[in-house]
């Protein structure tokens, strides 16, 4: 939500408040990589753009991620935490000789990565409509592979490809077929799935010659869906409920970011009913949730809030109105843990660009 209008300062708090954002939506044990996906960010914090470019911005976040904890509800992220990345270079012995990756590994990324591509232009394709959702997922997707535009052109699918078209080559072992199979049903399932995409993926399961798996990896989606569903759920109605006296425009759209982040489309819509129609929060019928969910759920909700508005002011009441609507939502011992990783994590990023020798006040 940068603006041309601020200083350097203010757009690295943005920049790092909504990143942080979705790295937290991206797996449970988010407090464990938060490090180092600063890290892997540093440099736009150091110098950041007076405006966030929204096509180029969630491929870089995912691209950040790849190495460290790749969004696990994101299409083909079973492929990418397995190894099969140029991002964070060189692993295992090799690593302790070389940041560069093997030629051989280099190729296999490409192979897959192709793969990968074309799996998931024959399940966007089932329907002849691709929705943001799909298009955003498949472009976090691909940028997670680590390669360079020229790659990324090169392994480019065919479009309106069929399942019939769907070629199969290179040596694949059977991690990797599932896998892809995998990210076929996470790409499928996101939103409400037509009959269409059902055979689709059906199909991609025989042409991967692991169709006895099929049933047990798309129930295995449904109920990593679900949960990020209900974690979404919890989330955007603490951050409803905490931010109700934020401006109407500011507020709808720190929740427009938070739902993008961690709403699989399924939840998304009836999430974004709850804002639009200005519903009262309400923590009934979200579902059963653990105390990572919880945890997850009220960090989410306080990394949007604050990144509104810096002041300590607005803050100090945020904090407040979240810490009561935690209460009410059964997560008030998960609050002080949130918080303080959040405020770690901004004030961090922060301290790094105001002590940079090179720093340069806006």
Known sequence: MSTQGET???????????????????????????????????????????????????????????????????PMS???ASGITLEGGARGLRSLFTSKVSKSEHKRVIN????????????????????????????????????????????KAPSKLKPEQLEIFGELDAKVRRELLRGAWQLCLRGTPTAAELEVVAAVGVKLEIAAESDTLKLAVTELLTRAGQTAALAVELARAAGADLEASLRTAALERLIQAVAPPSRAVELRARVDEGRQASFDNLGL???????????????????????????????????????EAGAAYEVAEALDTVDRYLHQRLREVSTAPSAVRA
């Open 112 to 155: 897959v990565a192709s793969l990968a591509a074309r799996v998931m232009e024959v399940v966007a394709g089932a329907d002849d409509a691709l929705s943001d959702d799909e298009r955003r997922g498949i472009a976090m997707a691909m940028a997670s592979f680590g390669l360079n535009d020229e790659e990324l052109e090169q392994v």
């Open 8 to 74: 350097s300062s203010a757009r690295t708090f943005h920049l790092a408040s909504r990143d942080l954002v979705v790295a937290i939506a991206a797996r449970e044990d988010f407090p464990t990589f938060l490090d180092a996906f600063a890290k892997q960010r540093g440099a736009l914090y150091a110098a950041p753009s007076a405006e966030i470019d929204e096509a180029s911005y969630w491929p870089g976040v995912a691209r950040s991620l790849a190495s460290i904890a790749p969004p696990e509800t994101m």
């Open 78 to 80: 079973g492929l990418i």
């Open 289 to 327: 949730t653990t105390r990572a969910q919880r945890l997850q759920a009220v960090a989410l909700a306080w990394a949007t809030l604050a990144g509104t508005d810096p002041r300590y002011s607005v803050g100090l009441h945020l904090r407040g109105e979240l810490s009561a609507a935690a209460t």
